[in-house]
């Protein structure tokens, strides 16, 4: 039995769930992309609990792959989950941080005891990571780390039409249906 996975073509700040994964740069202190809109939309709470991170554990910053949880402020979520995602290399194979960013979202979010956990399209962004490939290694890691006894759903929220069918495609790569 695999958890079941969604896909959704929207805007992640808009999503009910128990916790929204936020593409993050770094600094956990904002940025552009999904890490601006989640910080815009989600409000100060938001920034202050990453302050306090930045002030405690994490004075030089999260690490590309790691994972860390916050408040979701006035999101429509419990909990904001920051991972790092790393920038594509056509000469280095990074792939491995990229499925650590997915395995340790989701080990957050267990421990959190969040049953429903929404993705956007991490690193394809500003960070060019090619869209088939991204969502390849998306899908392919929560299927493998999504145990359904800790979530009832995994959800992958896409921007554009484009995410979407790269998305739906790996998906279906194996039989699986969308969900």
């Not at 960013?101 to 993705?119: I, K, P, Q, Y």
Request: contains cysteine; proline residues 3%; hydrophobic residues 45%.
């Amino acid at each position: 039995m695999t958890v079941a996975i969604t896909l959704v073509q929207g805007d992640i700040t808009e999503q009910r769930a128990d916790a929204i994964v936020n593409a993050a740069n770094s600094s956990l202190l904002g940025g552009g992309g999904v890490d601006g809109a989640i910080h815009r939309k989600g409000g100060p709470d938001i920034l202050s609990d990453c302050r306090r991170l930045r002030a405690s554990h994490y004075g030089k910053g999260l690490a590309t792959g790691a994972a860390v949880a916050t408040t979701a402020g006035r999101l429509a979520a419990e909990h904001v989950i920051h991972t790092v995602g790393p920038v594509w290399s056509a000469t280095e194979d990074r792939s491995e941080l990229l499925v650590s960013c997915h395995r340790e979202a989701l080990r957050v979010a267990a421990e959190l005891g969040a049953r429903t956990v929404a993705f956007p399209a991490i690193s394809t962004g500003i960070y060019r990571w090619p869209l088939d490939d991204a969502a390849r290694i998306a899908v392919r890691t929560v299927r493998q780390a999504a145990d359904p006894a800790l979530f009832d759903e995994v959800r992958f929220v896409l921007f554009g039409k484009d995410a979407h069918d790269a998305f739906a495609a790996a998906v279906a790569e194996k039989g699986y249906e969308k969900g």
